[in-house]
């Protein structure tokens, strides 16, 4: 399979000229930072992880000729597998959605799963978390939160197990916040099932100790914009298992056999056809550039920075609602649960049930934004009429997220002075409905 490799190096002139590319870059930077120190700035849900390095690194690796699938892909994901600590493989996609649909689809291929199996999601979920599963024939098994730390009800989930007998879960670390990994695993490994851990928004979240994403067979991540670290777009699909990863990258390319080795028994099977266009799995093309790589790889050298910001800003706002518990419930992580905060969630509560609108219009009007918590009970969307699926039990914990729960923006640009900010007009907020009632 040799073929023709392209040239990145180009000489010291070259070399020079990137440089000068370099020095411009962080200025582009410098002068964006001076104007947005601006104390009236508007503060936003997320405000994106790209700085110098990252940009810097993405358009030399444009002009080097570095387009897709090579070493910086290769070290990307290598550094990623090393962040959750090794015993996981990473494999980069071009976004979190991606990397879900890769995830099924390997566990399809390979006979993990098969089609009509039942399998446990959250009713609070996105669409993309769903959407493989009905993609491929699994029945969707919804089930509520809790009200603690809004993960999966795992009372609600033994009930489903032991009625419906299903052959996984896909299961969505919350907003940050990882689930009750104890109790969902020995509830897997008592009834056989698969855990295939959606953590597209809680990347360096730990569960006692042990990185979110790292609990069962498959596990994705999202790189997505307003996420922990941004690709552009992107994502990463890991795996325990080498069968599994070795499947999932002749997935993730067009279903051709190019990442085996030329000596590997399927080539000389087929002696008649060019190794290079092999076709053996159902594939598409999930896979993530080499400039996205290329920022990836600077990002992740952040992550833990950006990470450690977030936690700093959410301690500030829990101790500011934990004296208005009567109004406010937020996310709780478990006492093993270490969160990432991909955001603040709120459930207005009390006197303030029937009020999101007017908070969230209230917060806005002083430039502060917030969003609904996830998209809410996924389980009342219009598109529901359009698969099968089981949906049983009163979803109280959902639902009353969807009516009156929020997000506030906590996220690695934000100061404390800003949380300060957006506690200050809260504050105004109920004093405002104190005067009201
Ligand atoms: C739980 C969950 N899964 C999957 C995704 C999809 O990720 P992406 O936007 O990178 O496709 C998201 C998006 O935020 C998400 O919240």
Request: glycine content about 4%.
């Given at each position: 399979m040799s073929y023709l490799k392209h040239d990145n190096e180009f000489g010291a002139e070259f070399d020079s000229a990137l440089n000068e590319l370099q020095i411009c870059i962080q200025k582009l930077y410098s002068i964006r930072a001076i104007q947005e120190t601006n104390e009236n700035k508007p503060i936003r849900l997320h405000d994106s992880t790209i700085e110098s390095s990252s940009a810097y690194s993405c358009i030399r690796a444009i002009v080097r000729n570095?387009?897709?699938?090579g070493k910086l892909v290769d070290f990307y994901e290598k550094s990623y597998s090393d962040y959750l600590g090794g015993s996981f493989k990473s494999l980069s996609c071009n976004s979190g959605s991606s990397a879900n649909l890769l995830a099924i689809s390997t566990l399809m291929q390979s006979g993990r799963l098969s089609v009509g199996d039942k399998v446990i999601v959250p009713a609070l979920s996105w669409s993309t978390t769903v959407f493989p599963l009905v993609q491929y024939g699994l029945v969707p098994v919804f089930c509520d939160a809790n009200d603690t730390d809004y993960n999966i009800d795992t009372y609600h989930l033994k009930s489903l197990i032991k009625k419906y007998n299903p052959s996984a879960i896909m299961l969505i670390h919350t907003y940050g916040c990882p689930a009750d990994m104890n109790q969902i695993c020995s509830l897997c490994n008592e009834n056989n099932m698969l855990i295939i851990e959606d953590t597209c928004e809680s990347m360096g979240a730990e569960y006692s100790g042990r990185k979110a994403g790292t609990f069962g067979e498959v596990s994705t991540f999202s790189t997505y914009?307003?996420?922990?670290?941004?690709?552009?777009e992107g994502g990463f699909t890991c795996f325990k298992d080498e069968e599994l990863l070795s499947l999932a990258k002749s997935i993730r390319s067009h279903?051709?056999?190019?990442?085996?080795?030329?000596?590997?028994?399927i080539f000389s099977q087929y002696k008649e056809l060019d190794k290079g266009f092999l076709f053996s799995n159902i594939g598409y093309n999930l896979r993530l550039s080499e400039p996205q790589a290329a920022i990836g790889i600077e990002q992740i050298k952040m992550l833990d920075s950006f990470i450690e910001n977030r936690k700093q800003m959410a301690m500030i706002y829990s101790e500011y609602f934990q004296n208005h518990k009567d109004i406010f419930s937020f996310i709780e992580p478990l006492p093993e649960a270490n969160s990432s905060w991909f955001g603040f969630p709120l459930v207005l509560k009390g006197?303030?049930?029937?009020?999101r609108r007017h908070f969230r219009d209230f917060l806005l009007d002083k430039k502060i934004e917030t969003r609904p918590f996830?998209?809410?009970?996924?389980?009342?969307?219009?598109?529901?009429?359009?698969f099968q699926h089981i949906k049983d039990g009163d979803f109280s914990v959902t639902s009353a997220i969807t009516s009156s729960g929020l997000a506030l923006p906590c996220h690695q640009g934000l100061k404390s002075k800003d949380i300060e900010k957006i506690l200050y007009y809260v504050d105004q907020f109920i004093k405002l409905e104190n005067y009201s009632t």
């Open positions: 570095q387009i897709t699938m914009y307003s996420h922990h670290i941004c690709t552009l279903g051709w056999l190019r990442h085996l080795e030329d000596n590997d028994p006197r303030l049930d029937k009020q996830l998209a809410g009970d996924f389980t009342i969307q219009p598109v529901m009429n359009k």
